[in-house]
Structure formats: C-alpha cells, structure tokens
C-alpha cells in the first residue's frame, strides 16, 4: 500500500519550454501533496505544500509563477516549471500525506535536465 | 530553514559489519521518520516512530525515538551490499491545536556505502 507515482521519470527540454510533473496517490487519498527539489548529495529542500482544492502554499524563495502547482483531486496534483531555464535542472520529488501523524510516501522523482 | 543535525556524513564500511547514524535537533519533534533513497529514486520510508522511548525494529534495522523528543537514531546490524544508499531521519512536530501539518524537517542525510 500507499504507492506514490509521479511522471516523467526523466525529461530532457530546450530552453524556454514549460515542463509538467505529475503526482498520483494511486491506493489512497492524499490531504496533502508536498513538492521538493534535490540537488546532488544533499537533502530534499521543501518548494511548496499542496491542499486539494485550494491554493499551494510556497516556501520562502521560490517563486509561485515559475512553478505552477495544481491540486485538482485527492489522488492527483501537477507541477508546472514555466519557461524552463539550465538553472531549474534538478530532481523533483512530490510525497503524498494522508493526514495527522501519518508518514509521508514519496514518488520516484523526475529528473528535470533543461539544456 | 530549520535542519536536522545528521552524523555521520558519510560511511565506509565493510560487509557484515553494523552501522549506527544518528539525528539531533534543538526543537522537540512528534514523530521521527526514517527514509532511505536509492540513486535516482525517491525516498522509501524505513521506520517511523511516534512515541518518545519508542524501540522499533524492521528486519536488520532498528530506531529510537529519543526520551527528550530531541534525537533518534537508526541501527543497521549485519550490513549487506544493497544497504547502499543516503539514509535520512524526518523529524514532524504537531501545531498548537495537536494536528500536524504534515511537513517534514530532513537531516542532511548519511551516505552508506559497503564494501563486499
């Protein structure tokens, strides 16, 4: 049980293009979806958390019109890089949180290499 | 942001052997979390632990929740090569109201590496 996939895996884009990852709980119902970006050999830094039906609330530094997050069920939310640039490569990593003390689950990442 | 302090960085260690890491933090946590990510994937949860003074054991891995809510530590007894990987600990701490938010505040992370 509580199986996250999140696609693409991988993706390779030019410059300027605008790129969305996908995030579905596939044997639960998420309250919460929660988006991270990973650099190499460090830890998982928090971008934003996500509430169905409502709007995602960003950390501090990242800015919410570079990456678009929707939320439209308890099974599924996207994030969007808009007009993608060399420095938002990254590996990007959405959880799933089904409420109160529960673990969150966490997808397999999607590795985001803009050239 | 507010991180986990995690040791050891990194560790090289032979087949057979057993590993200890561990996490501390200046702030009380509820819940502590134990993740390990393999290379290129996302993080599978190991253990959680939900009480202070809480043991808990998976297989050959066994945490502890810290009596003081401050620390936990993950043990890892007879290390094999596919223990290979970055462990982290996750601390979540509960609002005012007694709910969680469900954030989670990361380690920096202990990178296993074991030699057959």
């Known amino acids: 049980g509580a199986v996250v996939s999140q696609h693409p895996s991988w993706v390779i884009c030019k410059s300027g293009t605008s790129v969305k990852i996908e995030c579905r709980s596939l044997?639960?119902?998420?309250?919460?979806m929660f988006w991270y970006r990973q650099f190499p050999k460090q830890s998982l830094m928090l971008m934003a958390t996500?509430?169905?039906?409502?709007?995602?609330?960003?950390e501090q530094g990242v800015e919410k019109d570079k990456f678009l997050i929707n939320h439209a069920s308890l099974t599924l939310s996207t994030l969007t890089v808009t007009s993608a640039h060399p420095e938002d490569s990254s590996f990007y990593i959405c959880?799933?949180?089904?409420?109160?003390?529960?673990?969150?689950?966490f997808g397999d990442g999607t590795r985001l290499s803009i050239l | 942001g507010q991180q986990l302090n995690q040791s050891p960085q990194s560790m090289f260690i032979q087949e057979g052997e057993d590993v200890s890491m561990n996490c501390t933090s200046s702030?009380?946590?509820?819940?502590w979390l134990w993740y390990k990510q393999d290379p290129g994937e996302g993080p599978v949860l190991l253990i959680a632990?939900?009480?202070?003074?809480e043991l808990t054991s998976n297989g050959r891995l066994t945490a502890q929740f810290g009596i003081t809510r401050k620390d936990s530590f993950l043990n890892i007894s007879a290390s094999i090569p596919s223990d290979v990987g970055i462990y982290f600990c996750?601390?979540?701490?509960?609002?005012?109201?007694?709910?969680?938010?469900?954030?989670?505040?990361f380690g920096q992370g202990t990178i296993l590496t074991v030699h057959p």
């Open positions: 959880s799933a949180w089904t409420g109160n003390r529960q673990p969150q689950h």
């Open positions: 044997d639960f119902q998420a309250t919460t």
């Open positions: 996500s509430n169905e039906g409502s709007k995602a609330t960003y």
């Open positions: 702030s009380i946590f509820n819940t």
């Open positions: 632990l939900y009480k202070a003074g």
């Open positions: 996750a601390g979540q701490s509960l609002n005012a109201g007694g709910t969680s938010y469900g954030k989670l505040t």
